[in-house]
């Protein structure tokens, strides 16, 4: 197993841009995950619309993670009420991840991608949850989706409940792992899925409430957890 990318969700408002870049800077495989959205900017681990632009423009890995209404109007509807700051935000970040439960939305993906090809943004990888609740989701648009869909096998959702058992990664798909990583367990669950995955098999891992200290983005238990990783990641040129 080797790790291509892992990434600190989870960025908030008392987080010091230049920190993040400095960090980057010695770790090319870190990526910052940004959680976005229109109801709860400002809240908790979800920056200001401001501070989100500002943590997009460093140049660094980013993704960012869309919740809410932006993604039920993407996802169902193929348009956006809020249409131009979406585009600011999908234009800014690296990956983008569509936060939703496919037991209360359904899915369409062809009015999504003709949103996205509308606006020649077609060819950024998005990412899916892949949970019990997206199971039958993931199983109907894995085998024809392309290089640009990435899956992450992650059933805590931000809660912080561990990884317990490893799925099998989809075949041909960039696969990722989360689930109540920290660092405090970070290193039995990378030996874990070092036990369960193929030794050549690439993944990225993602640490959300792990990585939170009263609540705040952690930048202290982000380098822990970086310490803990380097043996597995893959040197980037």
């Known amino acids: 197993m080797k790790i291509k990318t892992v990434t600190f969700t989870g960025v908030d408002d008392k987080t010091v841009p230049f920190d993040l870049f400095s960090i980057w800077r010695d770790n090319k495989f870190v990526e910052w995950g940004i959680l976005y959205s229109e109801t709860g900017g400002g809240r908790n681990r979800y920056p200001k619309f401001a501070k989100f632009m500002e943590l997009m423009e460093l140049p660094c890995n980013t993704s960012a993670h869309l919740c809410g209404k932006v993604v039920r109007e993407l996802i169902v509807k193929g348009k956006v009420e809020q249409d131009m700051r979406l585009l600011t935000v999908l234009n800014a970040c690296q990956r983008v991840q569509l ?8 899915p369409n993906l062809y009015l999504m991608f003709a949103y996205l090809n509308k606006y020649n943004l077609m060819g950024k990888p998005i990412i899916f949850q892949a949970n019990k609740a997206n199971k039958r989701f993931i199983d ?3 085998p024809f989706t392309d290089n640009d869909f990435h899956y992450l096998f992650d059933a805590s959702g931000g ?4 990884i317990a058992t490893i799925s099998e990664p989809i075949p041909g798909k960039h696969c990722g792992y989360a689930g109540g990583l920290n660092p405090d367990n970070l ?3 990378l030996a874990l899925l070092d036990m369960n995955l193929p030794v050549d098999q690439e993944i990225w891992i993602d640490m959300e409430s792990g990585v939170r200290t009263s609540d705040m983005f952690d930048l202290d238990k982000v380098q822990k957890c970086i310490e803990i990783v380097k043996p597995y990641t893959v040197s980037k040129k």
């Open 187 to 189: 290193a039995e669950k």
């Open 159 to 162: 809660r912080g409940t561990e």
């Open 99 to 106: 936060n939703f439960n496919a037991t209360k939305i359904t």
């Open 140 to 142: 109907a648009v894995a």
